[in-house]
């Protein structure tokens, strides 16, 4: 229906990438880049393109005048690694039922939450505040507020790769 997909055989569009956005990513054996792509259509940018529906958005804030100021919260869960990728995923031993901001397991699970941490601030993530969240093995991080809009929204792209970065007993895994 959108006339973005392959129809008869026929190719209707192609991706390329975003320039600026080829970085290296922390804690690979070896050399490894990412770098973001963006779908085009006719050699423009597609209207569904996530990036240009975001950069409507605040073309139409700074036609009013405004400018958005935003900060991401993304919580995720440390788990146990699992035997099979079809076994349910469980939090780690000894965690409450109930641990909303329970120091204690900030403290047993400094480590990896370290780890996370050091990840973020290696990708260059303006991390603020880690805090243990409701569900056992839950957990929360902040970013600091930016009027750089499209730039918190890779943050949060980019911390959601996190956990193919960082290799432990117990993982993580984001929402």
């Known amino acids: 229906g959108t006339g973005l997909g392959v129809g008869g055989g026929g190719r209707v569009g192609c991706v390329g990438p975003v320039r600026g956005t080829l970085r290296p990513v922390p804690g690979c054996r070896r050399s ?7 779908m085009k259509v006719a050699v423009r ?3 569904l393109s996530t990036r240009a529906i975001l950069q409507n958005l605040l073309d139409r804030f700074k036609a009013l005048g405004l400018r958005p100021v935003v900060a991401t919260e993304l919580e995720f869960y440390i788990v146990k690694t699992r035997a099979n990728a079809t076994d349910a995923p469980e939090p780690p031993d000894r965690l409450p039922d109930a641990q909303n901001y329970d120091l204690e397991a900030l403290s047993r699970y400094q480590a990896i939450l370290t780890d996370i941490q050091d990840a973020s601030v290696a990708q260059g993530l303006a991390t603020d505040t880690l805090t243990a969240e409701f569900g056992p093995g839950q957990f929360e991080i902040n970013f600091h507020h930016s009027d750089d809009v499209r730039g918190a929204a890779d943050t949060a792209l980019l911390f959601r790769r996190l956990e193919n970065m960082i290799s432990r007993d117990i993982f993580f895994v984001t929402g």
Do not use: N
């Open 32 to 38: 490894v880049a990412e770098l973001r792509w963006e």
């Open 45 to 47: 940018i597609s209207a």
